[in-house]
């Protein structure tokens, strides 16, 4: 609920009107045009719930994640902009009791794995875009990556060479003696 002044504020700049009556469809037949809101329903939300609590049971560093998490949003909630005015008033007349279209088809466990198997054509790196400032900084990430891997190259080299050259005069030195 807090969050839906911005998404009114999000679909004013996409220059859309925000939707939630719309005929179910899948993630397969998802596209662009259908930006939707609504709800998550509770079976989903629990069957997820259970599957975070039994992994919080069996690692026991998952506590101090979810502080850091916890602390992390709290952080963000103090510091981000204030959606506006305008965007509060529009989301009151929201209905947000419906459930997300994804979630009509009838099949949550369907949705659930066609999102988690999603994979992206392509990676951030791979992402060719006409802003310039995105394939440079992909350029420099990776050349930070080749630098990185040139580097360990040279000292496991280096490392190799030290343990297969003989022993220097340290043993001359003991013979002699």
């Known amino acids: 609920p807090d969050e839906l002044p911005y998404i009114v504020d999000l679909h004013r700049f996409l220059d859309r009107e925000p939707s939630d009556a719309s005929e179910p469809y899948t993630v397969k037949e998802w596209t662009p045009t259908q930006i939707h809101y609504g709800q998550i ?4 939300l629990d069957a997820e719930l259970s599957v975070l609590e039994n ?8 506590p101090a994640l979810e502080k850091v998490a916890s602390n992390a949003s709290q952080q963000y909630k103090r ?15 929201l209905r947000t009791s419906e459930p997300h279209p994804l979630f009509n088809t ?29 394939g440079a900084a992909a ?3 990776r050349a930070k990556i080749d630098r990185k891997k040139a580097l360990e190259e040279r000292r496991l080299q280096a490392a190799e060479a030290a343990a297969a050259a003989p022993p220097e005069e340290e043993e001359e030195e003991e013979e002699e003696e």
């Open 79 to 93: 510091s981000r902009p204030s959606a506006s005015k305008k965007a509060a008033q529009g989301a009151k007349l």
């Open 139 to 141: 350029k420099d990430f």
């Open 41 to 44: 329903p509770r079976e989903v």
């Open 106 to 134: 009838g099949s949550s466990d369907a949705l659930r794995r066609a999102i988690s198997g999603y994979r992206p054509p392509q990676s951030i790196l791979e992402l060719k875009s006409k802003d310039e400032t995105l």
């Open 55 to 62: 992994a919080r049971k069996d690692d026991s560093s998952l």
